[in-house]
Nanobody, 123 residues
Framework: QDQLVESGGGLVQAGGSLRLSCAADGRTFSRYVMGWFRQAREKEREFVAAIMGSGGITDYADSVKGRFTIATDNARNTVYLEMNRLKPEDTGVYYC????????????????WGQGTQVTVSS
């Protein structure tokens, strides 16, 4: 069974940084578009960033462009989300996602979800 295992969430002050990691089994990593979504309390889950293929083509939500970076380590089958200049509105549960569509900007395009990791940004 394909699995996505996230780590790296936590509490940080506004303006700070965090890095999320998502480890996938090798089959998932090589076959799917990898990405991140987030869900704030009482809000819909929303797209954050995605990366496709060994060429590293990336896509970002407008709200995180210039602050977040998605990248992969193919040797470790891991996708990262480097989050800088964090804002309180970035608070939420962040989910690693794997899908087969590009761009992967909708929940409908996601085949597998991780369990989620909490990110809290204090003001």
């Amino acid at each position: 069974q394909d699995q996505l295992v996230e780590s790296g969430g936590g509490l940080v002050q506004a303006g700070g940084s965090l890095r999320l990691s998502c480890a996938a089994d090798g089959r998932t990593f090589s076959r799917y578009v990898m990405g991140w979504f987030r869900q704030a309390r009482e809000k819909e889950r929303e797209f954050v960033a995605a990366i496709m293929g060994s060429g590293g083509i990336t896509d970002y939500a407008d709200s995180v462009k210039g602050r977040f970076t998605i990248a992969t380590d193919n040797a470790r089958n891991t996708v990262y989300l480097e989050m800088n200049r964090l804002k309180p509105e970035d608070t939420g549960v962040y989910y690693c996602a794997a899908g087969t569509r590009w761009p992967m900007t909708s929940n409908q395009f996601v085949t597998y979800w991780g369990q989620g990791t909490q990110v809290t940004v204090s003001s």
